[in-house]
Structures are given as structure tokens and as C-alpha cells.
């Protein structure tokens, strides 16, 4: 068995070719995809986060209606960039969509990757420490953040407070419980998945890493997860970790999809760098039909280390189409490879 959910970027464009076109429509439209996966069968509903983009940026509000309209499905991000974050008001408001949620909140973090604009969190407040970088800070708020959700007091109370307060130091409020335990981290690198298998927290790895080995994707990615796991165990933690990756994976079954990626053009990884220094590999895209798709995902290492699948939706095809897309992996692809 294995969790399916969805990943929507939440794109949105004016064009007259966008079923998407005001960010009204992407807030909306991301609600209504949440509640059909859900009556699908679909177990998640996640959110990618950029800022200074026409893409879902401010994630809590959206996860907070998604909590009210839904009844099961996990409700995530994949990821919020740390580096634009304030850990202790991010705290609270995590604290208070997973409880609108019902406990349902599956939060993905990461130091970031490129955006928009230069240095963009910088517009937000933040600058690094001397000597440290903007990925050093985005993991030093992650760190504060995942610390507060431990739910103790660290705060000295004032001796005349505008209301009565509990004995001892403060914590956060609203606090839900288990929340830290559904915290995970989108590692670029092996080195990044360690960190986060020592600190606690679950992993999330995308269809882009750093090409360290030269190897196809699914073969790297496959050893940055065993390689968490391992550094999981060593920690010593109580629990089982989670582990969750995303892939575009289409399955063709009827004109619609054959249109609009019956081409095969994403059939390879490619190999590119996302910044002056960073060598990155990206995954390979899946579009065929069923008994093809079932024997070419078959073959990928990493989907078969995890146990959690966020499908990639091309957004701006609508919502009923969208649902389509995850019905037709659910019902002809899944059974099959015993995902289901």
C-alpha cells in the first residue's frame, strides 16, 4: 500500500488558453481539487509555495479551508521556503490550521530554491548571520520551528498580565498536539536528507536533487532515501519516519490526455544547474498508456523506497480535469503495481 496524493503549484495565468486566470481562481479552484481527490479516494492534498509568482504563496489560509471542507484527506505543502519565514508566527499558525484540520496537516519545509526576484527574503526582513548563508538561515528557522512545536513554555510571563495565565513559562498557543511529528524536509541532497533524518523530521524529495553521482534520477534519489533511513535508525527516534516523492505521471486513456501529453517530449531526465554552483538533475516525466505506465513505474527505485506518491496536477487545465487525471492512476495504475 501507499499514500497518493496530489502537489498543485497553483499556477495561474490571464490567458484566454488558462482555466486558472486571477489567483482568486488557483485559492478556489485548489479547495475544490482537495474536495473531489478526497471523494476519489485520493489520501493527500499539498501545496507548492513561491513568493513574488502568480502561484499560491501564503499557504495557512488555504490549508485552513481545505481542513473545513474535507473530511480525511492529509493536507500538505511540498515545500514553504524557510528563509521567508517567521518560525514562531509560522508555529501559530500551523498550530491553528491543524486544528481547523483535525489533525490532518502534513507541513513540508526546506531551505528554498531560486525565486522570482534576488534574494526575495530580504523584502520579508531576514538577513543571514555574518558568515552564514540564506540556506544556512532557511535551516536555522526550520530548526526554531520544529523546536516551539515540542509545545513546552520558553517564555517569562508578565506578573501583570491582561488575563490569567497557566503557572510556569509560555509556550505558543494554539498548540496541536502530533504536529511536529507531521513536519518533513525537501532535501536537495543526500547530505540535507541526513540532517533531517537526525533531527526528527520526515522526508520530502521532489523530481529535482543534486546530481551526485552522475546515475539516472530514480537511482539517485532511491540512495538519498536509504541513506535517510539509515541516518533515521542511527538517531535512535521511536517512530517510523515518512518518506513522500513527487512525479508528473499521466496516465492515457482517453483523447484528452493523448493531446495534451501523448507527445513523450519529458521522457528523460535532464541535467542542468539551478544556480552558479549547483549541478541538478531532474526526474523524467510518465505519460502512456496503463500496461506501459505500470511497467515503466515498476522500474523506478525511488517510488518503491516511499511510502507516499504526490502526483504533480497541471492546474490550469481546471479542476474536473485534474480530478480525472488522479482518478485514471487511482483506477487503471495503482491496483496494479499494489499501491492500492
Do not use: C
Not at 37 to 53: I, K, N, P, S, T
Not at 175 to 183: D, F, N, T, V
Not at 276 to 301: C, H, M, V
Amino acid at each position: 500500500m501507499k499514500k497518493i496524493g496530489f502537489l498543485s503549484f497553483g499556477h495561474w495565468s490571464p490567458s484566454s488558453q488558462s482555466g486558472t486566470r486571477s489567483a482568486g481562481d488557483a485559492l478556489l479552484q485548489s479547495i475544490d481539487l482537495a474536495v473531489a481527490a478526497e471523494e476519489l479516494g485520493a489520501d493527500g492534498a499539498y501545496v507548492r509555495v513561491h513568493h513574488f509568482a502568480r502561484q499560491l504563496a501564503s499557504p495557512f489560509p488555504l490549508l485552513a479551508a481545505i481542513g473545513a471542507r474535507t473530511k480525511r484527506i492529509e493536507i500538505g505543502t511540498a515545500v514553504i521556503d524557510m528563509r521567508y519565514e517567521n518560525p514562531l508566527y509560522m508555529a501559530e499558525d500551523a498550530g491553528s490550521a491543524d486544528l481547523i484540520a483535525g489533525g490532518r496537516l502534513q507541513l513540508g519545509i526546506s531551505r528554498g530554491s531560486p525565486e522570482q526576484v534576488i534574494d526575495g527574503w530580504r523584502y520579508f526582513g531576514y538577513e543571514p548571520a555574518e558568515g552564514q548563508s540564506d540556506a544556512d538561515m532557511g535551516r536555522r528557522h526550520a530548526e526554531v520551528f520544529f523546536d516551539v512545536l515540542r509545545g513546552e513554555g520558553f517564555a517569562q510571563p508578565n506578573p501583570r498580565p491582561m488575563f490569567p495565565n497557566p503557572p510556569g513559562l509560555l509556550r505558543l498557543e494554539p498548540h496541536s498536539e502530533g504536529l511536529r511529528e507531521r513536519i518533513w524536509w525537501g532535501a536537495g541532497s543526500n547530505a540535507t536528507a541526513i540532517w533531517a533524518a537526525k533531527l526528527g523530521m520526515n522526508l520530502q524529495s521532489s523530481t529535482l536533487k543534486d546530481d551526485e553521482t552522475g546515475e539516472p534520477f530514480h537511482i539517485q534519489q532511491a540512495k538519498q532515501i536509504r541513506a535517510y533511513r539509515e541516518a533515521w535508525k542511527e538517531a535512535g527516534h521511536a517512530r517510523e519516519p515518512r518518506v513522500s516523492v513527487s512525479r508528473s505521471i499521466f496516465a492515457l486513456v482517453d483523447d484528452r490526455d493523448r493531446g495534451y501529453f501523448g507527445r513523450g517530449n519529458q521522457s528523460d531526465d535532464s541535467v542542468g544547474f539551478i544556480d552558479e554552483n549547483t549541478r541538478s538533475i531532474f526526474g523524467r516525466s510518465y505519460a502512456a498508456e496503463p500496461d506501459k505506465l505500470i511497467k515503466e513505474l515498476a522500474r523506478d527505485e525511488a517510488i518503491a523506497e516511499a511510502d507516499t506518491l504526490l502526483l504533480t496536477v497541471p492546474n490550469q487545465l481546471g479542476v474536473d480535469y485534474n480530478a480525472h487525471v488522479i482518478e485514471a492512476i487511482l483506477k487503471h495504475v495503482a491496483p496494479a503495481l499494489g499501491w492500492r
